[in-house]
């Protein structure tokens, strides 16, 4: 199969701290009375791109979103364990959440722009942080849109409303906007789901050139996908982690009965 981007394969066993982005330590999560999230331990590692497979409700998106504290808006849900990024445990109750996904972006499967023109949606963090200098703006804005491989689309229009765009258009000024904010991770949950093929391509692609500059996690149903783009893979079912390793080794020669299963499309 033909990867998008050649990488040095690293043990994520065995990842020293430098070249970890995420840390995940005996990390446990309940929304009510259901154990969601079991004994997960993990180490994701810098500027590479980890997909994250499993079966429907195995809890791949309660887990990525752990990583930016997205599972604190619904009160059911309680955690324990460590999750370290940047040396700091952003389990921490005193964690500062909006830092937090300043830092580590998020991108849906649907896209979601606000409903403002391209520029603003955009600028929109920048100015919650407080930057007001237009030249300021604007140079931010073009660098991400740029980043995001939609600037040469939109740079005549950057003041029409983000809803006259394509689906795939929306989900790249998305994904700039996550971008603006110069995020050391990005994640994203299913990002092409909702996208035609070709568009789903373009994305992946962006993706490959992206992980020079972050390191990203994906969340995806489409293993073809998985191995395209990812670089390492983690396969979880009923919410525990089955088998995390480079994605050459886990499509090709998967060590656990269960991850064979399901990538042979035995159940799920
Ligand atoms: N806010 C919530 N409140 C209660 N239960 C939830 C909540 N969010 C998720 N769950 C439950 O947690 C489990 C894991 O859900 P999650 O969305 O993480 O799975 P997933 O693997 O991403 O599934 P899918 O592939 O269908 O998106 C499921 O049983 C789901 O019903």
Redesign the pocket.
């Known amino acids: 199969m033909l990867k998008l981007f050649d990488y040095d394969r690293q043990d994520v066993a065995n990842l020293s701290d430098d070249e970890t982005a995420i840390a995940v330590n005996q990390l446990n999560l309940r ?2 009375t ?1 154990h ?2 079991q004994n997960i331990n993990m180490r994701i590692p810098k500027n590479r791109i980890t997909a ?1 497979i ?12 752990s990583f930016n504290r997205m ?1 604190d ?2 009160p ?2 309680h955690y324990d364990g460590e999750i370290i990024i940047k040396g700091r445990n952003i389990n921490y109750k005193k964690e500062n959440v909006s830092q937090l996904r300043t830092q580590v972006g998020m991108v849906f499967q649907r896209p979601n722009p606000f409903p403002m023109s391209i520029y603003e949606n955009v600028c929109y963090g920048l100015r919650l942080q407080g930057i007001k200098v237009r030249r300021q703006l604007d140079d931010a804005a073009e660098q991400a849109l740029k980043e995001a491989a939609l600037w040469d689309e939109v740079k005549d229009r950057l003041f029409e409303s983000a809803n006259t765009l394509s689906g795939g258009q929306q989900q790249r000024l998305v994904i700039a906007r996550a971008l603006a904010l110069k995020p050391d991770i990005l994640l994203l ?2 990002p092409t789901s909702a996208l035609d093929p070709l568009t789903t391509l373009f994305i992946e692609e962006l993706m490959a050139g992206l992980k020079k500059r972050c390191t990203i996690v994906i ?1 995806t ?1 489409n293993m073809q996908q998985a191995a395209r783009v990812s670089d390492y893979t983690a396969f ?1 079912h009923q ?1 525990r982690l089955i088998e995390y390793t480079d994605s050459d080794t886990l499509f090709t020669m998967p060590e656990k009965k269960q991850t064979e299963d399901y990538i042979t499309g035995r159940y799920g």
């Open positions: 929304f009510g259901k969601v999230l994250l499993g079966q429907s409700g195995c809890g791949k998106s309660t887990l990525l979103g599972n808006l619904y059911s849900c949950d299913e969340v149903h979880l919410g």
